[in-house]
């Protein structure tokens, strides 16, 4: 199964995506995760990407599309994938069309996480991860043990440099100026589903898997 998750910055898509990779064997796309990764790495396209990333601008279109073309070479998408922050906008959403036609594959499911923008700050600002395993945490919600010390592995937890309100605010613009309209375009598909956000983590959670099941039996 094929499933992409929507939602602005700070709804949860990360935590749903570790939850569902764990119980599903999906593979897990984060272009965020992807473009972080690269940039810590040095390479051309974390060169490319850092100014954007670190504004809470959307990375140019050329240097997400090439990610994911590569990304979905990998044998292991067979298995199913989870995109997680990717399309961000029409121009992607249009794009990724042509790339799963060239691959021959679908998509089964758009997940569409909603949630009151008040809480998004607050989630945000107080959002740790983890260094070496990438664990989520938050200082109110999901302290870890030992502040600043990963439950997990014992890495040691940061903030995320676009964590901070000023980025949040620009995410959010992008979010809704650029991702808005692909809610539109995956509506008109019949693929869109709506989940509250606001619930608590594992009703969130049963809710995406209850969409999952739905669509296996309509497939
Ligand atoms: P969040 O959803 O919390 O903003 P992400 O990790 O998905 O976090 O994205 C962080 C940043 O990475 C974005 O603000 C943007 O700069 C960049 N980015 C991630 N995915 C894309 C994408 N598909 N297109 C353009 N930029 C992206």
């Known amino acids: 199964m094929n499933i992409l998750l929507i939602g602005a910055p700070g709804t949860g898509k990360g935590t749903m995506s570790e939850l569902l990779v764990k119980n599903y064997g999906l593979v897990h796309i984060a272009t965020g995760d992807i473009l972080r990764q690269s940039i810590k790495e040095g390479t051309e396209v974390g060169k490319k990407a850092q100014s954007y990333i670190e504004k809470g601008l959307l990375v140019p279109d050329e240097v997400i599309h090439d990610i994911i073309v590569e990304r979905l070479k990998k044998d292991d ?29 679908d998509i089964d499911l758009v997940v569409l996480m909603e949630l009151d923008e008040a809480i998004l ?13 990438g664990q ?31 980025s949040l605010k620009t995410r959010l613009d992008e979010y809704h100026h650029a991702t808005m309209p692909i809610i539109e375009f995956y509506q008109n598909k019949g693929l869109l589903k709506h989940v509250n956000a606001a619930l608590g983590k594992d009703e969130v959670y049963a809710a995406i898997v209850k969409l999952m099941e739905e669509s296996n039996d309509q497939h």
């Open 77 to 105: 998408v067979q298995k199913g994938f989870l995109m997680d922050g990717y399309p961000r906008n029409l121009e992607q959403a249009k794009d990724f069309d042509k790339i799963l036609e060239e691959v021959g594959t």
């Open 136 to 166: 989520i945490y938050h200082v109110v919600n999901k302290p870890s043990k030992v502040e600043g010390q990963c439950d997990n592995c014992g890495g040691e937890l940061y903030t995320r440099k676009d964590d901070t309100l000023a």
């Open 121 to 133: 700050a607050d989630r945000i600002t107080g959002r740790r991860i983890c260094k070496d395993c």
